[in-house]
């Protein structure tokens, strides 16, 4: 319980496990090169919309246990287990991983550290980076140092950030082949995540490419079985068969479960789509491209996902989107959530525009993320607002106010009563007995 932490990336990830790790009970600082997301973490602003965090981080700000900064100088000086939480987005026009976040954020530790201490790599990164950064961590480090690096690849989903921090399913750390560093590292670890393995949580100590290839393929199965179950709408869709009820019938069956298993627009986000393409990058790379070629169709069926949406929303309108209005409901990648990288309810209101709509997009808690991505688009302060006039609603994140709608509420407003259900949210026979024409992906 003695360790003094350090939380270096306080963006989704960071904000989180910084917050968190200063409720166990440990000293936590936080340092991002961002001054302004500093300054509003250290005033007890959080950044991001995330349920439940802001309290967790404003109690620990309060109490004394949680800082801000953006001095290496202080990092080093200050924590003897560094947690790297910077980004990993997609190189511009590439598949692969955009390591130079990282790479930066060792390079400025590095030579700051004097003395023992342990680095623990949380960001998503391609099998072969840890290894990489131990090198390099051993190269920068000053003659008095010992730092030690270990891969410990982060889990949390958005939206439940804190209890999957608090309590996750289980806890991976990558560990050094010299067994004596590695004994450290994981004992080091296991302080750190004591409460949560007193409560039970498993507790998987592996080598560095190991621990790396979980958090990728845990990424690649899930995106998989969402897109398994998108591929069966589109042969429903050709088949006049109802995906809900399939996907329902399936989830029964244990060997299958359904969790997610919802068929619907397909996943978005910080994570998904980057992670599987930078997997297939490093699978080319290792020579294994084959592997992973699947990866590959689990893409471009959550692709075309987004097309047969707009194309669904225009066969409603006649054929054209020209001088019409289109009312969309979500912006987030998904709900309780404020992110919008890779949002698949933005790409399709951006893209229902380009074809000569006037769209409008509410949401509960992305519009000012999304205003920021597309300048272009209108943007409503309430679903009622974003569906005045419309001669077709889009429900594209399924927020659980979107779900309770109340159709005569919504008819009231629009020009013309159509909805596309993107996300299988919504009652039909409750809709359609209120008069509105309702189209969803994958139901007749
Ligand atoms: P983010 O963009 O919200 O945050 C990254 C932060 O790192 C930013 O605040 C940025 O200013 C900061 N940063 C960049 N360079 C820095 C440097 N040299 N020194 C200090 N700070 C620096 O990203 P995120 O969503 O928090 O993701 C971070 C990593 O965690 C990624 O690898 C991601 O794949 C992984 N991850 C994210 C989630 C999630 O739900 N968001 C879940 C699991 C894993």
Redesign the pocket.
């Known amino acids: 319980m003695a360790h003094r932490l350090t939380v270096?990336?306080?963006?989704?990830?960071?904000a989180t496990h910084a917050a968190c790790m200063a409720d166990l009970g440990f000293e936590v600082l936080g340092?991002?090169?961002?001054k302004d997301?500093v300054d509003r973490l250290q005033a007890g602003d959080l950044p991001v919309y995330e349920p439940g965090l802001e309290a967790v981080l404003q109690r620990n700000l309060e109490a004394g246990r949680l800082r801000f900064t953006t001095s290496y100088d202080e990092a080093a000086d200050f924590g003897d287990v560094h947690f790297i939480?910077?980004?990993?987005p997609q190189k511009q026009g590439e598949y692969a991983a955009d390591l130079s976040?990282v790479d930066?954020?060792i390079g400025?530790l590095a030579p700051r550290l004097d003395r023992r201490c342990l680095v623990v790599g949380?960001?998503?990164v391609p099998v072969g980076t840890a290894r990489h950064l131990a090198e390099r961590l051993a190269r920068l480090a000053p003659a008095d140092g010992d730092a030690v690096l270990a891969w410990n690849p982060?889990?949390?989903?958005?939206g439940f950030a804190v209890q999957d921090t608090m309590h996750p399913d289980r806890i991976v750390i990558g560990v050094p082949d010299d067994p004596d560093d590695a004994a450290w590292a994981e004992q080091v670890l296991r302080e750190v995540y004591a409460p949560m393995i007193a409560e039970g949580c498993p507790f998987v100590v592996a080598d560095y490419p190991t621990a790396e290839l979980v958090k990728v393929s845990a990424n690649a199965f899930l995106a998989t079985k969402i897109s398994f179950i998108n591929a069966m709408a589109e042969v429903c869709e050709a088949a006049h068969a109802d995906v809900t009820k399939l996907s329902e019938a399936l989830s029964y069956d244990d060997r299958i479960g359904g969790k997610f298993l919802g068929p619907g627009l397909g996943f978005g986000g910080?994570?998904l789509p980057k992670?599987i393409r930078a997997f297939m990058a490093r699978a080319g790379e290792l020579g294994v491209d084959q592997a992973l070629s699947f990866l590959r169709e689990v893409d471009a069926i959550n692709q075309r996902r987004r097309i047969r949406m707009v194309d669904l929303a225009r066969e409603l309108l006649g054929g054209s989107f020209i001088g019409r209005t289109v009312g969309v409901l979500g912006a987030a990648f998904k709900p309780n959530s404020d992110d919008v990288r890779d949002s698949p309810a933005l790409d399709v209101a951006a893209n229902i525009r380009s074809q000569g709509a006037r769209v409008t997009v509410y949401d509960p808690q992305a519009l000012e993320n999304a205003r920021r991505a597309h300048p272009n688009l209108d943007y409503g302060s309430s679903a009622l607002d974003a569906a005045r006039d419309a001669h077709v609603v889009l429900l594209l994140t399924e927020w659980a106010e979107f779900r309770d709608m109340d159709p005569d509420a919504l008819g009231a407003v629009v020009a013309e009563k159509n909805i596309v259900d993107g996300r299988n949210a919504l009652d039909p026979e409750r809709w359609r007995t209120a008069g509105w024409t309702y189209r969803a992906l994958g139901r007749p």
């Open positions: 270096i990336g306080t963006g989704y990830l960071g340092l991002d090169v961002d997301k939480c910077v980004g990993t976040y930066e954020t400025a949380k960001s998503t982060e889990f949390l989903r958005e910080g994570c992670d």
